[in-house]
Each structure stands twice: as C-alpha cells, then as structure tokens.
C-alpha cells in the first residue's frame, strides 16, 4: 500500500472540503444578507429598485448554487461509487448548471441595466430602452431563468461513459467508467449561457468606463471641484461591474480548465481552480454589498458608533433591521451545522 500516496489523497481531500464549508458559510451569509435587506423593505412598504430586484435575485441563484455544490462535491468525497452512477452524477450535474447559467444572465441584467443608465446614447432605439429599461427588469430576469433552463436541462440527455484508469489505495490502476457531458451538447450550451453573457458584460463594462472617461470633466463636477452624488453613483457602478467582469473571467476559465481535465486532482492547479470556484459566490455577494450604498450602511452600520444630534440618538430603525437579518443568518448558520 502506497501510504504517502493515501496521506496526499486524504489531505487534499480534507482541504477541499474544508474550504468548501467555509466558503458555503461565508456566501450563504452574504447572499443571505442581500436577500433579507431587500425583504425587508418589501415588507415594510418601499419599491425596490431595479438594482435592487436583481441584486435579490442574483443572490438567491447563488444561494442555491452553494448548497448545491456543497451537498456535490460532499456526496463526490465521501461516497464516490454512489456519485458516479448514472441518475446521482447527472441530477447534480443539471442543479449545478442551472444556477450557474442564471447567476451569468442576472449579471449581464445588471451590467445592461447600469450601462443604459449611465451611457449617453443617440440611437432613438437605445434611447428608448434607456426610458423603459426600469419596468422591463423583472421581464429581463424571467427571460434569463427561461434561457438558463432551455440550455441547462437538455444536459441530462447529452452524458456519455468514459473509460478512465484511476490509482486505488493498493496502488493499482482500475480502470472505470465515468459519466461526461457530450461535447456537441457541452459547446453550444456554454456559447449561449457563459460565452456570450461573459462578452455582453464586457461590452457593458467598456461602455461604461469610457463614458466615465469621456464626461469625467463635465457636469459631474461641482463648483467646489469635488464628485457630485451622480457622478460617485457611475463611479461606483463602474467599479462593481469590472469586479463582477473580472470574477466571471477566472470562474469562467476554472470551470473549463476542470472540465477538460488540465490538471489532475490533487495538483496545485486542481486545487486553485477549486477555490476559484468555491469563492465566486461569496466574492460575488461582497462586490454587490460594497457597490450598494444601501447595503453598504446597513452592513458597517453595527461597527459605527451611536450617532448623537442635538442631544437625541439617531432612530433606532437602522439596529432594528440589523437585529432582524443578524437573528435570521444565525438561523441559516444553526440549519447549516444540523446538517
């Protein structure tokens, strides 16, 4: 028996599973965090915004998507022969897909949305989307969970075996059938819901940055020569979509660096591709929080002090609504630890 060999494959899969966990705590946390803000204000009456709607939305989809590659990648670690069957390793496969594709087509909602606001367009066409592009979000996000499933669900029928030699603990090659996604299904599918998503969120990014450029002079100076709040709103939504631009890249590239197996497991690149992969989630909610004024306040609102004016404390609905989203994560973190 091949003991540093074992040690190496226990250790990596330790590792994983641990950065796993963390990262599913870390991202169900946050996401959860927008969720609940925008609940919340539902509840107590208020119009959430465009933003807003698909902020919730986009971080619902992220939600799903840890639990569902946290339950995965487990049942893969510890029970590997029940995970390669064929109905356990395609129903994982097509959960992961679907969530997946949408959170794509919900960032490509965000970034057309910001584009269309800050860009100055002369096109009467585009002029008119830029009037309308506020009632059409919640059509914009149906459309990406209907695409997201027209191009997800025809994976279940698209698997195939592959024979693969794996090393088993004796130190012997058994050679294996392995589940695989149909490589003419596999192209067509990630055009549509990864590749052309991944270019319109481009295109939006680089539209953005350089109306910021051009107009950087203009009318979003005040006479005191500092940013006005329309001007930081485009600054800051600039910044949001080129992080979001920049995780969907490296999540992007690891998902086909795994798929078309690069690397082997338990390699360096094996390894980094998987916390790529782990953290997009939760980097993803920490992008969205800090590019929201809203949520940004609520989140550092517990670390301020007291603010006192005129001899009276602020209103207390700011803790208020803190208390309520603290009480409801520790709820989501007690439901993850049962399990």
């Known amino acids: 028996m091949d003991v540093p060999a074992d040690l190496a494959l226990i250790r990596h899969k330790l590792a994983s599973m641990a950065m796993l966990g963390l990262s599913t705590l870390i991202g169900v946390l946050t996401n959860t965090f927008i969720i609940v803000v925008n609940i919340i204000d539902k509840i107590k009456g208020k119009n959430l915004s465009s ?45 992961l897909i679907l969530p997946v594709y949408s959170s794509f087509w919900f960032t490509v909602c965000l970034s057309v949305y910001y584009c269309l606001q800050i860009v100055i367009f002369t096109h009467p066409l585009l002029i008119r989307l830029k009037l309308v ?36 603990s004796s130190n012997q090659n058994t050679e294996i059938s392995v589940p ?26 680089v ?6 450029v051009t107009h950087r002079h203009k009318v979003d100076r005040n006479t ?68 929201s004024p809203k949520l940004k306040q609520i989140l550092l609102c517990p670390l301020q002090e007291k603010m006192v004016s005129g001899g009276r404390e602020e209103p207390p ?5 803190v208390s309520a989203i603290l009480l409801l994560l520790l709820f989501v973190k007690g439901l993850m630890r049962m399990e």
């Open 51 to 95: 933003p807003d709607l698909i902020l919730a939305t986009l971080s619902a989809s992220n939600v799903l998507f840890q639990f569902i590659m946290l339950t995965n990648d487990y049942v893969s670690f510890l029970h590997t022969d029940l995970y390669f069957t064929d109905k356990v390793y395609i129903t994982f496969t097509v959960l």
């Open 133 to 168: 592009v506020s009632r059409w979000v919640p059509h914009l996000l149906i459309a990406s969970i209907f695409t997201s499933m027209t191009t997800g669900l025809p994976a279940a029928w698209n698997f195939y075996r592959d024979e693969q030699d794996f090393n088993t």
């Open 224 to 291: 005191n020569g500092e940013s006005s709040g329309h001007a930081e709103g485009r600054v800051r939504a600039a910044r949001t979509i080129s992080c979001l631009l920049l995780l969907y890249m490296l999540f992007y590239i690891s998902e086909i660096f795994m798929f078309i197996d690069v690397f082997p497991p338990s390699s360096p690149g094996f390894c980094a591709c998987l916390m790529v992969i782990y953290s997009y989630p939760p980097a993803q909610s920490i992008v969205l929080i800090l590019g």
């Open 207 to 212: 539209l953005i940055i350089k109306a910021l």
């Open 180 to 205: 695989k996604l149909n490589v003419i299904y596999l192209l067509p599918s990630n055009l549509i819901s990864c590749s052309l998503p991944l270019v319109l969120v481009g295109i939006a990014d």
């Open 317 to 321: 609905s700011c803790n208020l609504k």
